[in-house]
């Protein structure tokens, strides 16, 4: 006799986890939300974009690629929902839209309702950090193609902006400033050179090496910085003073900051404003990566610029440190000939 759950398919399990998985759900929310999980679709009230003169809605999706695979290897689930969240919520914020609601996608050889549990506690904590409801999700057991212990997560986020306020490359300006505002680590990419490297060198996951203080486990397992709510400040603070933001992902800080500098412009990041972070520094040197490679690569120590009016620099600064968030000025934005890149690192780190 052959059944669904001989197939590899546990009905039970899901239905489990999804009830060990409701009281984090409950915690991701917001006062938009209708209804609870369990229904065919997420409701979220749209009169809440009555707020907005000329509301327009933005959207993202992302993963968080093989830093999964760390979760898996050290048995710690309940950190890289954050990731998750970081990696769409923070996509969003770049065009100065308000991340309003998230739903999620998790892929599992196997359900294991604690493990799921775990995954989407992580995903309603990033959530509640960036005030965005997680309001549906999916988990889907794939037999055969996954083995039980392997997993992989992806999520996509609605958010809103006005029509007039919308950041963007078409507000830089030459002389405007480069706020650079730390990350928490290689948040969620490269890892597939990190793995790399861990398997060529043959780290121990458990082992403190060099400079690091804690575990390269747990160094490599923190998770990715939320910063929405700290872009959203600094736009009500500062207003059209604020062009627009880069985040930085899988690319580099040059990379992607170039995606939001127009043409006949350049941005001009000068690394001695800061220091490149210790695990950056082991990894490279265990790796013998070539600056140029990981400068593409990992974030260097940078995961969210402000573009901003060179008038409200200060305010800024002293604006984001209020929020328990560091930041410093790390570059320019000028007139650059055509041709010419427009965004580069240049100097030497501190």
Avoid at 28 to 44: C, D, K, M, S, Y
Avoid at 76 to 87: K, P, Q, S
Avoid at 133 to 149: R, S
């Amino acid at each position: 006799m052959s059944t669904y759950k001989s197939a590899g398919v546990d009905i039970d399990a899901g239905d489990r986890a999804v009830e060990l998985m409701k009281a984090s759900i409950a915690k991701a929310t917001r006062p938009e939300v209708q209804g609870g999980i369990g229904g065919f679709a997420g409701l979220f009230d749209a009169s809440a974009l009555k707020k907005f003169s000329k509301p327009l809605l933005a959207t993202s999706t992302d993963g968080v690629g093989t830093k999964t695979e760390i979760a898996r290897a050290l048995g710690i689930y309940d950190t890289i929902g954050e990731d998750l969240v970081a990696m769409v919520v923070d996509d969003l914020v770049v065009c100065g839209a308000e991340p309003l609601f998230m739903t999620d996608y998790i892929a599992v050889g196997k359900v294991i309702p604690e493990r799921i549990a775990d995954i989407v506690a992580g995903i309603a904590r990033g959530c509640e950090k960036a005030n965005t409801a997680l309001i549906g999700g999916e988990t889907a057991e794939h037999p055969g193609l996954l083995k039980e212990d392997e997993f992989d997560i992806a999520g996509a986020a609605t958010g809103a902006v006005d029509a007039d306020k919308q950041l963007g490359a078409h507000r830089v300006k030459s002389g405007d400033v480069l706020i650079a505002m730390p990350a928490s680590g290689f948040h969620a990419n490269g890892y597939s050179l990190i793995r790399h490297i861990v398997k060529e060198k043959k780290l121990d996951l458990a082992k403190k090496y060099g400079d690091l203080d804690k575990t390269l486990g747990e160094t490599l397992l923190t998770p990715t910085e939320i910063y929405s709510l700290d872009c959203l400040a600094l736009i009500k603070l500062l207003g059209e003073n604020v062009r627009t933001f880069s985040h930085i992902t899988g690319g580099g800080l040059a990379e992607n900051t170039a995606r939001v500098i127009p043409d006949a412009l350049s941005a001009q990041f000068d690394r001695s404003t800061w220091s490149l972070p210790p695990e950056l520094v082991f990894m490279a040197h265990e790796g013998a990566v070539p600056q140029s490679d990981y400068e593409r690569t990992w974030n260097c120590g940078v995961g969210m610029v402000a573009i901003i009016d060179s008038a409200s620099v200060d305010l800024a600064i002293k604006a984001l440190a209020a929020r328990g968030m560091r930041a410093w000025a790390a570059g320019t934005v000028s007139a650059t000939t055509p041709g010419t890149s427009r965004s580069a690192l240049e100097g030497t780190y501190r």
